[in-house]
């Protein structure tokens, strides 16, 4: 079969195609390009023909895209996005003409701690950026930032892809938090007193009664009673406020629940890891995926919780 010719080509077309890719909906297409769903099923008609490829199959109530429409997800964003980058005066300088969609991959704590905070001091600025906050898959994250499925991850580590750009947002280290109330939260939290209470330990993947708080307990032939283990930080905020069990969460996490749970001190050596926001290339000429990533550096940088001291919360 032969392929179409570039002289030939509707290359309007290709607006239709990366905003059929990303919101995987006519009716959605349609708001994102200002036209009516009418013209979004004419076009989608000649983008088959274009195409050779249904790029949109029925499978019951909802749509999926085909094989061939992923795999052409990035050259669609790239090529769309290039052509923004020549219209120097084009409608997208200005925030509140945005209507965008945003796809972030994040864990609970990625979410609640970095994303959520820039999604709220983003909505006077852009009203019409939209965002979607999908949960992380540890393994298939990187695959999703190259196939277009997303837009942006945050992450504790630097993506090993070259095609994945990223920048460092924080340090980030531990802390214990517990109930208000609770008998540890006055006087010294030492070592001893920790290890002697009961904890609730985050694990996202097994259910594991081992972290990194233990191994850097073991490394001093320390160990702690851990008797709860949950699948997010956010279970285990809710978990320690009923209970007087203690759960050693991320710091910047634990900020943003103050006045809901007592945060103090790590009494031993903190795990500590870098949070990273990652991206793929293609989107670098992009102003909204450029301004929010600024943005979230800057909120990142501007509320950096103030340090905790061995004797009591921030």
Not at 237 to 248: F, G, Y
Not at 295 to 313: C, E, F, M
Request: with cysteine.
């Amino acid at each position: 079969m032969n392929a179409v010719h570039f002289n030939d080509a509707d290359l309007n077309l290709i607006k239709v195609l990366d905003a059929l890719l990303r919101e995987v909906s006519v009716a959605r297409a349609a708001r994102r390009l200002g036209v009516t769903p009418s013209a979004i099923s004419h076009a989608l008609g000649r983008l088959r023909a274009m195409l050779r490829d249904p790029v949109v199959v029925r499978s019951g109530r909802t749509v999926r895209l085909t094989p061939r429409a992923l795999a052409l997800a990035p050259v669609a964003a790239s090529i769309c996005e290039a052509a923004r980058g020549l219209l120097t005066d084009a409608p997208d300088a200005d925030p509140k003409q945005w209507q965008d969609t945003l796809r972030i991959l994040g864990s609970d704590y990625a979410l609640a701690a970095w994303v959520f905070p820039a999604v709220a001091a983003a909505r006077a600025a852009a009203p019409g950026l939209r965002v979607a906050a999908i949960s992380l898959d540890a393994a298939e994250w990187e695959r999703q930032l190259i196939d277009g499925a997303a837009d942006f991850a945050v992450r504790d580590h630097q993506p090993g892809n070259p095609k994945l750009r990223w920048i460092t947002l924080a340090q980030e280290r531990y802390v214990v938090v517990m109930r208000p109330g609770h008998p540890l939260s006055r006087g010294r939290l030492d070592r001893e007193r920790y290890c002697r209470a009961e904890h609730a330990l985050v694990s996202v993947i097994d259910g594991s009664f081992q972290g990194a708080v233990d191994t850097q307990l073991a490394a001093s032939g320390r160990t702690r009673n851990v008797m709860v283990s949950v699948p997010t930080f956010l279970a285990g905020i809710e978990l320690v406020r009923q209970s007087n069990l203690l759960l050693s969460m991320p710091q910047r996490l634990a900020q943003h629940y103050r006045g809901l749970i007592v945060g103090r001190a790590l009494p031993a050596p903190s795990p500590s890891f870098e949070v990273t926001l990652v991206w793929h290339a293609r989107t670098d000429g992009s102003r909204p995926h450029g301004w929010f990533r600024a943005l979230i550096k800057k909120l990142g940088t501007a509320a950096d919780p103030r340090r905790l001291d061995s004797k009591g919360a921030p």
